[in-house]
């Protein structure tokens, strides 16, 4: 009952904001007054009026408006264009929407004075009419938005030839020749087709001054909110696979993925990409252990879009972001009230609402407010409620005379499984073990939830798997925009943020072993003194367990991690950006400051359980001859308390200065450069440790030599200074056509994981890349192509290694290259269907990478050279097919993704097998407000496609003559059907 009494709430409660929409009456009636003086008013002081009374907002250079005043108006008419026309009257001024309710002003010399009428209809594809669309005649003032039927009219037009132009964010702009006659109305109607690479769209990340995506000369990926619906991630690493360049692991679940942006090794995480949300980054490191960035993100209704920025150019807007940038963008509220509910249900139990609502509060001051909560069992359900909790976000903006002030806030609170590898037989020909679905099993379990890990100082620690991934994050904004005049325009995004971070998993350590080669071969039970026999037992239970050998069909028992961290973070950050242009050229001077930390508690302990679904945990002792227990090699369930500890507190401070010249040569071509000097300061202790600690009491052998703090501490303190820089060129060789090509120096430098394990300093990475490319936006055909290279040094690898029941943390080092194609192609044969490809063609290489390895048969160490190897993990093809086709109010869709071979090891000894997942889904959507409906299935053939192998013992050489290994396939096949209602 309790998710349903969440989303009772959510739908009662928050809907109970009222407020009006429209023009006040009165206020109308007073703006009339004012309007109407015989002798006019200053232009300025009118579009202030203009601005209280329809909540709009003018941009617009001082001297414009210098001296300037209205004619007197003979009434107020209600309708925006028509009185801003009547106010702007014959001065030279043209206007162009920037916004929802944003207008810019500039000068124009050629304006009609008299003339006749231009009006029609601007519609979609579909026909249905888009409310807000622009028309207007190219280099005048003339023009007019569509009404909410998408209805125009264009008064008082003259005798003459011209270019009639429609335009709206989101569809492709459509220009038309049109001939004006004397005493004539001209009938000009516009179909707009979808932008479907969104070429048009305004990019507001990675470029100082916004610009459109075929302008810009950065390779980017944009998502609005329909398109991000209509993928229907399931996390929101599933939503990054819409970027080509970007290779995603999202076989963990929700949250705690991977991204490898264009070929560049690393352990995991988000390492070299910085997350953003409304311009300034959510935590500072996106790649601390057991902190991966997305732990920190959910997608849901309250985003507008998604930016995904790859390669170089983020260096310069970000600190340690030389793979990309990518930007979250929150809905804001317009004038009107809009918003939207969703219910989705699915399989595995999953239970979900989403809503979103936002509007205008007050003439200058707009709201939005939204979240979601969740309830599910799991794709791979455990025996407990996988996924539980939600979010709430919300923000309010103030419009005045020269800007705005936003404020933004959220609270999470969201437990998720994580996913780890799962048992497997036949690495030649992977395949499903006896006992063991690949599909839907996971090694997580409700017989390993609530707990109690005791330490050596007598306390003792409880433990609930069930808690799972456990952020409770709070984070506050605030962003102001402010025109200083003389074209100084200023912007500060300061954010706060803290979270108490659980972290809570079951992580495969070594391969299943058969029962009985784990209590004669590796505990040895015969060399106890009487020792006659031994057993296994249920922990939970003490059930003696016969015939261990058939125990679940495959006679095997693994060695798990019962692994909990718990992890605050806190951080305080400002980006202020001062944008002056001068001549053709557009200057930005930008500084960034941020200060933030992590405290790591980390208490590690080593399970024993069977294998199967959701396993049970085992206990091995060893019998006499009478039956008696003489010793136990586990305590109910664990077969070492204490296997790694952590404890620390890591402090940094990060001051950077950027400057970029953005320079339109001339209308077609545009070169920018950009500097960033960027200090780093660390600080921190970490508590020493010693490994021949002993439970008090403790009898078993799993009590004994236990790692744990000894109580003293080793401090740390270094000082990195760097810098990147960026040059990037744009060709327009055609209204719809460009090409680009950038230069860049990035760099990375050393995180807190480096002095957790080390007191070395450690280096930092230096990234080195170019690419060029092509962008495309044709009716039928639209294309972003882009080719890439990229070097990168000292590249760390700090891998986790399961030797002899223990934990043991080592780093190497390597550089790589990576030569490679990335490109986005959407195809429309025929006006409703579509097909879109998104893909990327690489060749990642290790260099320099000559590493010692420890043999783990013999023990001995050893040089082996593997420059020239394949990265591991990261494929060389990466395809994604999506075609769609609309039939009047139904969308039908299909998605087949490809993921070519990939290695699990650096010696590129052991394979991956390439893989295709197939989704597909339908959309009911019969207008833009009112009833939606969706049904998604994910992964349809129920693919058992392999992401990973064993990452405890695979890095470098992977074990493979044994039967059984652990790797860690895609989730299952799921449907899901959800209902919306707009308004």
């Given amino acids: 009952m309790k998710p349903l009494k969440m989303i009772w709430f959510w739908v009662w409660i928050v809907p109970g904001i009222l407020f009006a929409q429209k023009p006040d009456p009165v206020l109308m ?157 001209v009938r000009e109607d516009f179909v707009l087709d979808v932008d479907v690479l969104n070429m048009e769209e305004i990019v507001t990340i990675a470029s100082r001054n916004p610009l459109t995506k075929i302008e810009s000369s950065v390779a980017i990926t944009t998502a609005n909110n329909e398109q991000i619906f209509e993928r229907f991630p399931q996390s929101t690493a599933d939503l990054l696979k819409a970027i080509p360049g970007f290779y995603i692991e999202s076989s963990g679940g929700i949250s705690g993925n991977n991204l490898f942006p264009r070929g560049i090794p690393q352990d995991g995480s988000y390492r070299y990409v910085a997350f953003y949300e409304d311009g300034i980054p959510i935590f500072e490191a996106p790649e601390l252990s057991f902190a991966n960035i997305d732990i920190f993100m959910r997608i849901d209704e309250t985003i507008a879009a998604m930016e995904g920025v790859r390669g170089g150019t983020g260096s310069i807007y970000a600190s340690n972001a030389p793979g990309g940038i990518i930007n ?82 959220k609270y999470l609170n969201d437990r998720n499984i994580f996913y780890l590898p799962v048992p497997l037989q036949n690495p030649d020909d992977p395949g499903p073990l006896p006992g063991f679905d690949p599909n839907y099993g996971t090694m997580t379990s409700v017989y390993a939830d609530n707990v109690v890990f005791p330490t050596p100082t007598g306390q003792v620690i409880d433990g609930r798997i069930s808690d799972g991934i456990h952020p409770r994050a709070f984070s506050a904004a605030l962003e102001s925009v402010v025109d200083l005049g003389k074209g100084w325009t200023v912007q500060n995004v300061l954010r706060y943020f803290q979270a108490k971070l659980q972290f809570n998993a079951i992580f495969s350590l070594d391969n299943p072993f058969p029962a009985e080669f784990f209590a004669d071969s590796i505990k040895q039970l015969w060399r106890v003194p009487d020792f006659a026999r031994w057993e296994y037992r249920y922990a939970d239970t003490g059930e003696p367990i016969p015939l261990v050998r058939r125990l679940n069909g495959n006679g095997l028992v693994a060695l798990n991690g019962w692994w909990m961290v718990s992890k605050p973070l806190k951080s305080i950050a400002n980006r202020l950006i001062l944008k002056k242009p001068i001549k053709n050229h557009a200057i930005s001077l930008g500084t960034y400051l941020s200060a933030y930390g992590a405290d790591d508690f980390w208490y590690w302990h080593n399970i024993l359980t069977e294998v199967k679904d959701a396993p049970r945990l085992l206990d091995l002792v060893a019998l006499n001859r009478q039956g008696e227990v003489i010793a136990r090699v586990t305590h109910q369930g664990f077969e070492q308390y204490g296997a790694f500890y952590v404890n620390a507190r890591s402090r940094a401070l990060l001051g950077a200065f950027s400057l970029v010249d953005e320079w339109h040569v001339s209308p077609r071509f545009r070169l920018d450069a950009g500097l960033r000097l960027e200090y780093n300061r660390f600080d921190g202790r970490v508590e020493n440790i010693r490994s021949d600690f002993r439970i008090p009491g403790g009898r078993s052998w799993a009590e004994q030599n236990v790692t744990f703090g000894t109580g003293t501490f080793r401090t ?62 044709g009716s039928r055909l639209a294309l972003f192509g882009t080719l890439f290279f990229s070097r990168l040094n000292n ?14 943390k080592r780093s190497r080092y390597a550089s790589s290259t990576t030569i490679g194609t990335e ?18 063609v690489q060749d990642p290489r290790l260099r320099d990478f000559n590493p010692m390895f420890i043999d783990p048969e ?126």
């Avoid at 009107?336 to 239970?351: A, D, N, P, S």
């Avoid at 200058?364 to 309830?375: A, E």
Wanted: charge should be positive.
């Fill in 716 to 777: 740390y303190g270094f000082t990195f200074t760097e810098w990147a820089i960026s040059i990037g060129a744009n060709y327009s060789v055609n209204r719809y056509t460009a090409i680009y090509g950038r230069v860049s120096r990035g760099f990375r430098t050393p995180d807190f994981d480096q002095w957790l394990f080390s007191s070395q300093r450690g280096n930092s990475q230096y990234v080195h890349q170019f690419e060029t490319g092509i962008k495309l936006s």
């Fill in 29 to 185: 009636a007073q703006s009339y007054q004012q309007l109407a003086r015989s002798e006019g008013l200053l232009l300025k002081d009118a579009l202030l009026i203009l601005e209280e009374l329809y909540n709009v907002h003018f941009i617009y250079e001082d001297e414009l408006l210098d001296n300037r005043k209205t004619a007197p108006i003979d009434r107020i008419t209600g309708n925006f264009h028509q009185d801003l026309r009547k106010v702007l009257g014959l001065h030279p001024i043209h206007y162009i929407k920037v916004g929802r309710k944003t207008y810019v002003l500039y000068a124009n010399r050629n304006v009609p004075t008299r003339g006749r009428m231009i009006r029609g209809r601007v519609v979609d594809v579909n026909g249905r009419g888009i409310p807000g669309a622009e028309v207007f005649i190219q280099g005048t003032q003339w023009g007019a938005a569509a009404d909410e039927n998408g209805d125009y009219v264009i008064p008082s037009v003259p005798e003459g030839k011209y270019t009639l132009v429609a335009r709206c964010m989101g569809y492709r702009t459509v220009y038309r020749e049109v001939l004006v006659r004397e005493n004539g109305t």
């Fill in 328 to 409: 979250f963008v929150s809905k804001t509220g317009g004038d009107g009230l809009q918003g939207v509910t969703r219910v989705t249900l699915g399989t595995r139990g999953l239970y979900r609402l989403d809503y979103n609502m936002g509007g205008a509060l007050h003439r200058n001051l707009r709201f939005n407010l939204g979240g979601f909560v969740r309830y599910d069992n799991g794709i791979r359900p455990p025996g407990f409620i996988a996924n539980r909790g939600g979010q709430i976000k919300g923000n309010l903006t103030y419009l005045f005379r020269r800007g705005y002030l936003r404020a933004f806030v």
């Fill in 858 to 983: 013999s023990g001995r160490e050893m040089r082996v050279y593997l420059d020239g190897k394949q990265v591991r993990r990261i494929p060389r093809v990466i395809l994604e097919l999506r075609p769609a086709y609309v039939m009047g109010p139904l969308k039908l869709y299909g998605f087949w993704q490809y993921i070519g071979r990939r290695f699990v090891d650096d010696a590129n000894t052991a394979i991956l097998p390439a893989y295709h997942l197939i989704h597909a889904g339908i959309i009911y959507r019969p207008s833009r407000k009112g009833i939606q409906i969706a049904l998604s299935v994910n992964n349809l053939t129920n693919t058992m496609g392999l992401t990973e192998g064993n990452p405890r013992v695979d890095q470098v050489f992977a074990n493979r003559r044994d039967k059984v290994f652990m790797a860690r396939p895609v989730l299952g096949r799921t449907f899901t059907l959800s209902a919306a209602y707009n308004f």
């Fill in 795 to 808: 590249i760390p690898f700090i891998d986790e290694l399961f030797l002899n029941g223990r934990i043991i």
């Fill in 823 to 840: 490109f986005e192609v959407i195809w429309k044969p025929f006006r409703k269907a579509q097909i879109s490809v998104i893909g990327t």
